[in-house]
Structure formats: C-alpha cells, structure tokens
C-alpha cells in the first residue's frame, strides 16, 4: 500500500488547515506566512516530481493471478448485484474521479448508478465521487444492484483525486487498474419478477374476512419487505401498507363481505440496504359473503274464540250443577 507522502501540493492545504486554527488574526498571518515559506524551500527543494509519486492504491474488488474478483447476480433476472469499491485516502482529498470500462484501455466506459457521485466529467467520462465526513477517510462507493449492463463480463475500474478538503482542485496520477467478473445467474422461469405470491391464491372465491394471512416466496437476499393491500388494482383505495422481515403477514383487522381485494408485495432492503426490488404481480381474491340472518321463531297461535265460548258454558254448568247439588241435600 502506498503512503501518503508530503509533497509541494499538499502544503497551501495544511497551511490553510492551520490558518483556521489560530484565532488571533496577527499570527494568524506570521503561521500562514511562515508555512509558505517551508512550502517554497520544500518545493525548491524537492521538485514537483513526488505528486507523480502519489498514486491511489485500489483495495476492493481486488484482482487475483489466478481468478478475478467475482461478483454474484440474480439468479432471476440475471443482473448484477451491489458491488463494493474502496480505496485509500490520499492525504486531504475528498473528492475523486472513477471510471468503469469494458476493457483496459479505458476506451470502452460505462457511467453506471453509483452511490456519493456527481456529475459526469464530458471528456473523460469519468464519474465524480464527493466523500462526507463519515467515509473522507475510508473512501468507499457502491455499484448500486441492476446497473451494470452485463453479466459474464470483465469490468475494469480506475480511481484518483481531482480535488482536496480545501475546496482546490488538483488531480492526482491515475491508481492501478483493478477488475471484476459479475457471474451469469441461472436459468430460471418465473412468470415476473419480484417476489412470487403464494395465499391467498390468485382469483380466489369465500376467503375469510379474518383473520387474513398472507405470504409469498423468499426474494434473494432480501431482509424486509413491503405488502399492500387495497380495494382497487391501481392500490388507490388503500387498506393497509405494512412492512415484515419475514415472507408472512397477517392483517389484524376485519375485511368487508363479498368486496374484491388487491395485493402485492416487494422487497425494500437487500442485506440491509434500503435497495428496493421489483413489484410482484397484483394478486387479487373475493371475500365470503355476510352470513344469513337466523330465522325468528314462529309465533305461537292466537286461541280461537270457539274455545273460549266453550270453556265459558262449561264453567256455568259446572256452577249451576253445584248449586244443584247443595240445594238437594239441605231438603
């Protein structure tokens, strides 16, 4: 690994850096003046021939005599994965310019999606790359997942500076060139991508209005993902959005009878990174209608009148016979 050498370049930058740190403008001044100074003696001294001998050293993907750097793809749509590149810092750069190519001539370049960059430099093709405070000293992008054109292919990558934590420009010799292979994703039938939804089956008739389950197939290296559920197919009428890192999902609440359901599910991270995948297909099922109303019991017959006529007469015969009766033993 190269080191980060000081060199004629380098020194206006740390003089400024001290410059800040002085409060008292009188040495701040005699600072500034004194480190010009050693910066011209230095440069006097030394030539401008060391920035030649500042090169940026490539760690990641790293190239190997007897197989290159290896990178996996979707086994389904065959597209790459996210590729990591890191390299070192040279002394107070913050900003870099990096190039993809087909080849190693750098003749054939490609401008995939790549994490922290820029704008893209119109004559060399190179993308601009802007480090934070977070990774300024451990540089480092990422190939987002999907953007390179190709699986199977060599890809050659190249780094250097264009510009320091000051603000100034000032390119550096190019780093090493360093490659990497993506590999060809299996041969797999799918009728679309995304994850594959399993329950409740497509077009289905009488599902139950709760509770109500779902799942779906594991997306490859997916660790959360996003389920819908609506009223119409454009996912307008929302019943819920929810989010799991399993491939299940349960609603807690009560569907309406006999009402149409949409539902789909996508994948939002991959290996914890928030790197959404495509949406599944729409999956839609009809819910049970409402069950019947029991019957009322039926009510009880009125009593006919006829009856009560007769149990009236049979009351009086029952009363004159008694009196009958009483009258008959007093004579």
């Known amino acids: ?47 401008c021939e060391s920035l030649h001998n500042n090169s940026l050293v490539s760690l990641c993907p790293l190239n190997n005599t007897v197989a290159q750097y290896r990178t996996g793809a979707d086994p389904v749509t065959g597209r790459n994965g996210q590729v990591d590149l890191a390299w070192e810092q040279l002394c107070l750069a913050t900003g870099y310019e990096l190039q993809i190519a087909k080849d190693k001539d750098f003749t054939l370049r490609i401008n995939p999606e790549i994490s922290s960059s820029g704008h893209i430099a ?24 999907g953007a390179l054109p ?16 000051t603000g100034q420009l000032a390119w550096s010799p190019w780093s090493e060139a360093r490659s990497f292979i993506i590999k060809p994703g299996f041969i797999i039938t ?7 939804l399993l329950s409740p089956a497509n077009g289905c008739v009488g599902c ?16 959360k993902y996003q389920i819908d559920l609506a009223k119409d197919p454009e996912f307008k009428q929302m019943v819920v959005t929810a989010t ?17 359901y949409f539902w789909r599910v996508k994948a ?31 009510a009880e017959p009125a009593t006919p009148v006829w009856v009560w006529v007769i149990i009236a007469i049979s009351a009086i015969l029952v009363i004159v016979t008694l009196i009958l009766i009483l009258r008959t033993r007093r004579s």
């Open 208 to 223: 139950k209005v709760k509770p109500v389950s779902f799942s779906w197939s594991p997306y490859q290296d997916a660790t």
């Open 122 to 145: 119109a004559v060399t093709g190179a993308i601009y790359l802007n480090m934070d405070e977070t990774n300024m000293t451990n540089p480092a992008a990422w190939i987002a997942p």
């Open 190 to 196: 799918t009728p679309y991508y995304g994850a594959m």
């Open 244 to 260: 799991t890192s399993t491939t299940a999902y349960e609603y807690s609440g009560t569907l309406d009878y006999s009402t149409n």
């Open 1 to 47: 690994m190269s080191v980060c050498k000081l060199n004629p370049l380098t020194c206006p930058h740390i003089a400024y850096i001290i410059w800040l740190k002085v409060t008292d403008m009188k040495n701040r001044n005699l600072v500034f003046g004194l480190m010009l100074v050693i910066c011209i003696a230095l440069a006097i001294s030394t030539g």
């Open 268 to 298: 939002i991270e991959i290996n914890s990174q928030p790197i959404p995948s495509d949406w599944s297909a729409t999956f839609s099922f009809q819910t049970a209608s409402a069950p019947a109303t029991p019957a009322a019991a039926p």
């Open 150 to 165: 190709e699986a199977g292919a060599i890809y050659w990558w190249r780094i250097r500076v264009y510009k320091s934590a």
